[in-house]
């Protein structure tokens, strides 16, 4: 019987479980998982800030994991032949339903009203649809990807979602080349920011976030100068960036922090006319105060947030990172790896900040 990590309730104790065997329906998938990744969210998801859970659940929302076995399946999404043995990740949201207004007309089905995501609003009572578990369940539906023979799993589960979500975020932006891009945030959002607004074409990337082991990753993913908060005033930061921008302001600035405070000092720190991308604020954090004349519009600025990915996401920002490996390297951010018993206690690790990137192997570490 596969086991699960499994996260009963809010500020529960983490369990290990043992789930029944499933039974392949036609189009479904079989995984045996390789690595799952702690992010934020499931800090968020342990803290009970996320509403509509459904408790039990097994956390995991992007996961890598090798085809144990498949029914009706030959390809992956894409239209790439499938088998088993061949390693995979998938794009944890499912079940949108291809004719809501916003599935239809706008081409936005991150917010379809049905969307279900793995790890999230998957119970455990459903099966094993979550990526800490031992055997992954994918429903039919579910769009898999099949992974380059040149990717291992630890490049993909390195940057997790926050890859998919740095680059939607850049993406969202519309990065002009040449220009100046800050990023409020150093966790693998803004890392992943950082790296692909250096692709689309930024002239200069400042970075304001802590601790400092990050900030040093987010050099060596093409930050050009980095802030660390708690020894910087907003004074100091400010000045930094004028007197890098000739006294304007950054052209782009993305909030990958999650943080209430980070939304004014962002829009303080834009240029006139400039783009504000809010990314990391996947919880309610709290209001903030803003002027609406003097922070937006004297400031004609355009603020847009940007909530999930989409399957266009993955597969696009995985091809890059396939492409520029050694630039982008997403293996080296991971901190920390644990199995399912210790799954508590990588949460923990996350919230203190003592990992970047946490990574659950449930049936051992694997290449």
């Not at 500020?11 to 029944?20: C, S």
């Not at 039990?56 to 090798?66: C, F, K």
């Not at 969202?172 to 950082?194: C, D, F, H, N």
Request: glycine share 12%.
């Amino acid at each position: 019987m596969p086991k699960a990590a499994v996260m009963s309730a809010p500020r529960k104790a983490i369990e290990v479980r043992d789930f029944p065997e499933p039974d392949l329906e036609p189009g479904a998938v079989l995984l045996e998982t390789l690595a799952s990744e702690v992010c934020g969210t499931d800090v968020h998801l342990h803290h009970g800030r996320l509403s509509g859970v459904p408790f039990p659940i097994i956390p995991g929302h992007v996961s890598v994991g090798r085809v144990a076995a498949l029914r009706d399946v030959t390809a992956d999404a894409t239209g790439a032949p499938l088998a088993e043995g061949d390693t995979v990740t998938f794009y944890d949201v499912h079940g949108t339903c291809g004719h809501c207004y916003h599935c239809l007309v706008a081409r936005q089905p991150n917010r379809c009203p049905e969307r279900r995501v793995y790890g999230i609003t998957y119970s455990a009572n459903d099966g094993l649809l979550g990526g800490w578990s031992e055997q992954i369940y994918l429903k039919p539906g579910v769009l898999t990807l099949k992974l380059p023979a040149t990717l291992t799993a630890d490049d993909v589960i390195g940057g997790g979602c926050g890859l998919f979500t740095g680059f939607a975020a850049v993406e969202r932006a519309e990065v002009p080349m040449g220009s100046t891009v800050l990023v409020q945030g150093a966790g693998p959002v803004g890392i992943s920011a950082a790296a692909f607004a250096v692709l689309r074409g930024a002239a200069q990337v400042i970075m304001i976030g802590a601790p400092q082991t990050r900030l040093d990753l987010a050099k060596r993913f093409g930050a050009d100068t980095v802030l660390l908060l708690e020894a910087t005033s907003p004074h100091e930061r400010e000045q930094l960036v004028r007197d890098r921008t000739g006294g304007r302001g950054v052209d782009v600035a993305i909030e990958a922090a999650g943080n209430a405070n980070a939304v004014p000092e962002g829009l303080r720190l834009l240029r006139d006319g400039g783009t504000y991308v809010i990314a990391g604020h996947y919880t309610d954090v709290g209001p903030v105060s803003l002027n609406a004349h003097q922070d937006i519009n004297r400031k004609h600025a355009q603020i847009r947030g940007q909530w999930g990915t989409d399957f266009t996401h993955v597969v696009r920002a995985l091809a890059l990172v396939n492409r520029h490996r050694e630039r982008m390297p997403f293996a080296d951010i991971i901190g920390a790896r644990y199995g399912l018993q210790d799954a508590g206690r990588a949460l923990a690790d996350v919230e203190a900040l003592r990992v970047t990137k946490a990574v659950i192997h449930p049936n051992g570490v694997k290449g």
